[in-house]
C-alpha cells in the first residue's frame, strides 16, 4: 500500500487515555465529519491504547475488545465509521503488554493481524512497551510488517517506538508508513517544541511512504486531557501546527473533537498550511538559517511541487525576534534575475522580497509566519 502524503485523523490518546467508549468514538466521528474536518483531509478515526479485555481469549488467543466499552464489537464500530467516509484506525504493541497493560501483539503478531483485518481495521498503530529482551525493535515491526502484508486488507502500519534504536535508519525496512520518531507530547510549549527542533536534524529520515511522526496534535486542548499540563495559548497552537505542517508530519488531532473552538477549527483546516503538509512532491524541509544566531528563532524551506516554496519563520524564544534571509541561502542567486512572491498562510496577504534579501518582522515570543513563494522576475 502506498501513502504518497502523511496521514490525517483523530487519535483517542491525547484527551481521553483509557476513557474511551463506543459511544464516544461515534461521536468523535460524526462532529469529524460536521465540522468539515474530513473533507479537509483527516479520515483517520483512530481507537489508541485500553480498548481491549485484560486477557486475550483462553481457547482462540485472541484480543477482545472490552464489552463494556464497546457493546456494539469493533466491526460494527467500524462499519458506522466508514459508512461516514471515514476510516478506522487501533492500537497494539510490539510487546507482551501494552504500554497501559493489555495484552500486546508479542508472538501473536499473525493472529492479531488477522483480527484487525475481521475488524475492518485500516491503520494499525503499534507501540513499544514491554518487549522482552530477545525482541529487537527492527525485527518486531518487520514481523507485524509481514503480519499485516498476509492479513488480507490494507492496514496503514504506524510504528511508535519513540525514536529508540536509530528508528530512521532501518523504519522503512519494515514497511511502516509512518513512525514516531520522540517520546510522548505533552501539552505544553516547551513539550511540543522540543519535539520539532530535536527532529530538525533527522528531515532528511520523512519522505512519502514513510513519515516521520512528530506525534499526535496537542492543538486544541487547552490543558484538557490525558497528556495535560498547563495548556497552551491559540499562538502556541498556530506555531505547532505550522511546525508540524512544514515538517511533513502526520497530522492527528488529539484534541476533543466536541469542544473544539471555531479558531481551533479554522487553524487545522487553514488549506495553505495542509497544501504544504500534503505537498504531492512531499520533499525534505530545511533549516535555512538561525536569527542571529539564536537556535530558538530560525527559519525553515521547503521546495513544492510546481516551483513554490514555503518558508516558515519560528520564534520559539520567550522574547521578539526578527529575522532577516538572503535569497541566496534558498539557492536564488543576485544573477538569476527572480525575486519571491510571498503570500502569508494566515492571513492571505501578499508581498515580495527584495532581490537579496526577505525581511521577516519581528515575531513576539512563540510566534510564527508561514508564506508560500513565487519565484518571479526581479
Ligand atoms: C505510549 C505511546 C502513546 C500512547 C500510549 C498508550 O506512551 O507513545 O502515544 O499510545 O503509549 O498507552
Redesign the pocket.
Known sequence: MLIPAPPMGWNT?NTF?ANISEALIKAAADRVVELGLREAGYTYIVI???WSLRERDPKTHEIVADPAKFPGGLKTLSDYIHGKGLKFGM?SCAGVR???DYPGSFGHEFLDARTFASFGVDFL?Y?Y?NVPVSGQAPLLYRRMGQALRACGRDILFSA?N?GTEDVGAWIRSTGAHMY?ST??IADNFKSMSGIATGQIPRLSQSAPHCFNDL??LTVGMFGKGNVGSSGCTLADYQTQFALWALMGSPLMLGCDPRTMTPEIVQLVTNRGLLRINQDPAGLQAYRVNHCWGNPDCFTLARLLEGGDLALGCFNLSESPCGNLLLLEQLGLTYESGLRLRLVDCFTGEEQHSGRDTVTVPSLPPHGCRVFRCTPVKA
Open positions: 490518546w487515555g489508541d491504547d485500553c492500537y501494552t504500554c497501559a498503530k507501540d512497551c511508535c519513540w514516531r517520546g510522548d506525534d499526535m
